[in-house]
T-cell receptor
Framework: DAGVTQSPTHLIKTRGQQVTLRCSPKSGHDTVSWYQQALGQGPQFIFQYYEEEERQRGNFPDRFSGHQFPNYSSELNVNALLLGDSALYLC????????????FGPGTRLTVL | AQSVTQLDSQVPVFEEAPVELRCNYSSSVSVYLFWYVQYPNQGLQLLLKYLSGSTLVKGINGFEAEFNKSQTSFHLRKPSVHISDTAEYFCAVTPGGATNKLIFGTGTLLAVQP
């Protein structure tokens, strides 16, 4: 059983560009959350998707947007990239029967130059 | 609003020695508590969780944690560490209810030395 997968593994962009990160949840999970982990910090909650809708959002600007597809996979989009957006972006999925436990993917390392 | 404090940014310890990683949280409502481990260049792996019931929680790799409501703490312990335990450890809280978003502490680097 594959766990949570994310692509790409690494990404380098320049300021002002746009980026899309992808996540496939663990089998049987219907809820996907995204977190940003800056170097030396704990992960910060960006938003959560359930039934293809954004259910909750953290303190991130509108430049950060997302989408969930009918197969529960998800995308994170960031527009007008800033140097401060450089971070590890983690996707986590939750099982249907136990919404309090989240399973994390390996992350996408985004570097903005 | 909930918050999590991990006072120790780094804890050096010798192999086979015991270790305690401290975590305190602030919340006016009941919370669920978690410890995650992050190995270099990897995502987060759940070590253990407290949802309700017994305040002593046992997790994977020989780790355990004790929930103390009066002190709002959830310290992680291991009686004997191994070199392979070297990693970043994150304490997290979720308010439960309709959301399971996680609020993380800043992490503690456990550095096990031979």
């Amino acid at each position: 059983d594959a766990g949570v997968t994310q692509s790409p593994t690494h990404l380098i962009k320049t300021r002002g560009q746009q980026v899309t990160l992808r996540c496939s949840p663990k089998s049987g999970h219907d809820t996907v959350s995204w977190y940003q982990q800056a170097l030396g910090q704990g992960p910060q909650f960006i938003f959560q998707y359930y039934e293809e809708e954004e259910r909750q959002r953290g303190n991130f600007p509108d430049r950060f947007s997302g989408h969930q597809f009918p197969n529960y996979s998800s995308e994170l989009n960031v527009n007008a990239l800033l140097l401060g957006d450089s971070a590890l972006y983690l996707c986590a999925s939750s099982p249907v029967s136990s919404y309090n436990e989240q399973f994390f993917g390996p992350g996408t390392r985004l570097t903005v130059l | 609003a909930q918050s999590v404090t991990q006072l120790d940014s780094q804890v050096p310890v010798f192999e086979e020695a015991p270790v305690e990683l401290r975590c305190n949280y602030s919340s006016s409502v009941s919370v669920y508590l978690f410890w995650y481990v992050q190995y270099p260049n990897q995502g987060l792996q759940l070590l253990l969780k407290y949802l309700s019931g017994s305040t002593l929680v046992k997790g994977i790799n020989g780790f355990e944690a004790e929930f103390n409501k009066s002190q709002t703490s959830f310290h992680l312990r291991k009686p004997s560490v191994h070199i392979s335990d070297t990693a970043e450890y994150f304490c997290a809280v979720t308010p439960g209810g309709a959301t399971n978003k996680l609020i993380f502490g800043t992490g503690t680097l456990l550095a096990v030395q031979p």
